[in-house]
């Protein structure tokens, strides 16, 4: 028996974003004398929160009834669309993809829509804990989840508690909810103790970095929505950026790069950094300041890498699920789906048994099926992949064949023998470094608890993976969390954990998957403004 103090619902939800709060609110909407609460590990509702966004708002319309009325922050709604190739020095017009098509569509900061959809929850009877972390799944005898383990707050680096000592409690339920997001450490524990992925392609991710900016008055064409290709990436390297045009003169600016890529010492942050130089985003730029900024990782498996999605006790919505639609560069609206999808079927039966042939049958896979060989069809290049995509999209995605996707980690290409090179320039726009970005993400760690990125088998990081690959965490990491360190004794890979901005690239993308990210104390981590 655990000596933790319980606390007893009918359902958990852990994850605080559009598919977990969605959830929640659906089920006091069919079954109000449910018990219902929601986990959330940033201090405040949406500080964890990081998307473009564009979002569909049918399942907001579907959810809460008169929601225009009473809009979300930040909610302006679509403009004219751009679609763009660039080069080093110029920009060509193509014509928009369908699915990027954003008539009657609304660009949001999802971590504002989030804190604002968290007190219709509450009003609707939904327990809310922000500041929370999930550290563990509770398991019964037999086996199936019963909950989970609030991690224990108020102790040092070594593991030991301190004055201010608390003991997290275990929440159980009959159900608990994964709504994670992408690579959610309790979401990856429970596919690999169910095998949930015993039947799909490995699932593969992005990196996404965003900045919201602040800019002159009369910059910005309020309800423009840009998506740019090309440079500064070359063709072997999946990815683009948008630009999204608020109001009050802001804009978001975000760059996306698949984590399939072959350089080992390719910097996601410097090709972030290269395109506010391109000549058009430069001059959009110029005199403008950054207001917040963050990254975080994405899914972009698709329907090939759809694990099951129930298992003993639990069920995985949203981007725990991996339901990101890529060529749409978009999830909310599939993640809202999930939740509510999941809140039905939890009304109707009562148990998770069954939700995985749900979903399975339900449009929210029928929207990934069409767009299955998309993304795997940028993995010979861009020129490839754009004709691929032409032909998905034709066809309605109704060819026979489909394309598999393979794991990021073991796409690196080893030192020996292959060059890689970019057509980059001398930059001078601020932030000059991964440390002043992320000044801008406000994220804090109190420095004396325990390091929650954990090098499993640090031996590797020397024996082999600086011969092999140059130690390619101090690249792909945006926030310098990984330094490669000498002294008197020796070498060793420095964990600067309170860099961290929970992005999860090093738990994706490290060759020998060496590190593991879990959750620290309870309110640590960024605390994202308006992304």
Same mark, same amino acid.
């Given at each position: %028996?655990?000596?933790?103090?319980?606390?007893?619902?009918?359902?958990?939800?852990?994850?605080?974003?559009?598919?977990?709060?969605?959830?929640?609110?659906?089920?006091? +909407?069919?079954?109000?004398?449910?018990?219902?609460?929601?986990?959330?590990?940033?201090?405040?509702?949406?500080?964890?929160?990081?998307?473009?966004?564009?979002?569909?708002?049918?399942?907001?319309?579907?959810?809460?009834?008169?929601?225009?009325?009473?809009?979300?922050?930040?909610?302006?709604?679509?403009?004219?669309?751009?679609?763009?190739?660039?080069? *080093?020095?110029?920009?060509?017009?193509?014509?928009?993809?369908? +699915?990027? *098509?954003?008539?009657?569509?609304?660009?949001?900061?999802?971590? /504002?829509?989030?804190?604002? %959809?968290?007190? *219709?929850?509450?009003?609707?009877?939904?327990?809310?804990?922000?500041?929370?972390?999930? /550290?563990?799944?509770?398991?019964?005898?037999?086996?199936?989840?019963?909950?989970?383990?609030?991690?224990? %707050?108020?102790?040092?680096?070594?593991?030991?508690?301190?004055?201010?000592?608390?003991q997290?409690?275990?929440?159980?339920?009959?159900?608990?909810?994964?709504?994670?997001?992408?690579?959610?450490?309790?979401?990856?524990?429970?596919?690999?103790?169910?095998?949930?992925? /015993?039947?799909?392609?490995? +699932?593969?991710?992005?990196?996404?970095?965003?900045?919201?900016? +602040?800019?002159?008055?009369?910059?910005?064409?309020?309800?423009?929505?840009?998506?740019?290709?090309?440079?500064?990436?070359?063709?072997?390297?999946?990815?683009?950026?948008?630009?999204?045009?608020?109001?009050?003169?802001?804009?978001?600016?975000?760059?996306?790069?698949?984590?399939?890529?072959?350089?080992?010492?390719?910097?996601?942050?410097?090709?972030?950094?290269?395109? *506010?130089?391109?000549?058009?985003?430069?001059?959009?730029?110029?005199?403008?300041?950054?207001?917040?900024?963050?990254?975080r990782a994405l899914v972009e498996g698709g329907y090939q890498s759809l694990p099951r999605v129930e298992a003993p006790g639990a069920m995985l919505i949203g981007d725990s699920a991996g339901l990101l639609n890529v060529p749409k560069i978009k999830g909310t609206h599939q993640a809202m789906k999930s939740g509510m999808l999941a809140a039905e079927h939890i009304a109707e039966k009562g148990s998770a048994e069954g939700f995985d042939a749900r979903l399975r049958a339900s449009p929210i896979t029928a929207e990934l099926k069409k767009v299955r060989n998309i993304r795997p069809g940028f993995q010979k290049g861009l020129w490839r992949g754009m004709f691929t995509a032409a032909v998905e999209t034709v066809t309605l995605g109704k060819l026979p064949r489909t394309l598999p996707n393979h794991a990021d980690h073991e796409q690196y290409r080893k030192l020996n023998g292959h060059n890689f090179s970019y057509d980059w320039v001398e930059r001078d726009l601020p932030p000059r470094d991964r440390l002043a970005s992320v000044y801008f993400a406000s994220t804090d760690h109190d420095e004396d608890q325990p390091i929650h990125l954990k090098i499993i088998e640090p031996d590797v990081c020397f024996d082999r993976c600086e011969e092999e690959y140059g130690n390619p965490c101090t690249k792909f990491c945006p926030a310098s969390v990984y330094e490669k360190v000498e002294d008197e004794n020796g070498k060793r890979i420095q964990v600067n954990a309170a860099n961290c901005v929970h992005c999860k690239t090093c738990d994706i993308a490290d060759p020998y998957q060496v590190i593991e990210w879990v959750t620290p104390e309870g309110g640590a981590g960024p605390n994202y403004r308006n992304l």
């Open positions: %028996m655990s000596d933790r103090e319980i606390m007893e619902y009918d359902v958990v939800i852990i994850g605080a974003g559009p598919a977990g709060l969605a959830c929640a609110i659906r089920l006091k +909407q069919l079954k109000e004398e449910l018990n219902v609460c929601v986990i959330e590990k940033a201090s405040e509702i949406g500080g964890h929160i990081l998307s473009g966004a564009v979002i569909e708002p049918e399942p907001l319309d579907t959810l809460l009834d008169g929601w225009r009325d009473d809009p979300p922050p930040i909610c302006v709604p679509a403009g004219r669309d751009e679609f763009l190739l660039l080069s *080093k020095t110029g920009r060509r017009k193509l014509p928009t993809p369908p +699915q990027q *098509k954003n008539h009657g569509n609304f660009i949001v900061s999802l971590g /504002a829509m989030c804190a604002w %959809m968290a007190p *219709k929850a509450e009003a609707l009877g939904v327990d809310l804990f922000p500041g929370f972390a999930a /550290a563990d799944l509770s398991l019964a005898e037999d086996g199936s989840v019963q909950g989970v383990v609030i991690g224990d %707050m108020g102790v040092d680096r070594q593991g030991e508690p301190k004055d201010t000592y608390v997290g409690i275990e929440i159980r339920a009959p159900l608990t909810v994964l709504g994670e997001g992408c690579r959610g450490h309790l979401t990856k524990r429970l596919i690999a103790k169910f095998k949930l992925d /015993a039947d799909s392609d490995p +699932q593969t991710y992005g990196i996404g970095m965003k900045e919201l900016w +602040q800019l002159p008055e009369g910059r910005t064409e309020k309800g423009l929505i840009q998506h740019t290709v090309g440079w500064p990436l070359p063709n072997s390297i999946y990815g683009g950026s948008f630009i999204y045009h608020l109001d009050r003169d802001r804009v978001a600016l975000g760059f996306v790069c698949g984590l399939d890529y072959q350089d080992p010492e390719f910097s996601p942050f410097e090709a972030f950094q290269q395109l *506010k130089h391109h000549p058009e985003i430069k001059k959009l730029l110029a005199d403008g300041e950054i207001l917040s900024a963050g990254a």
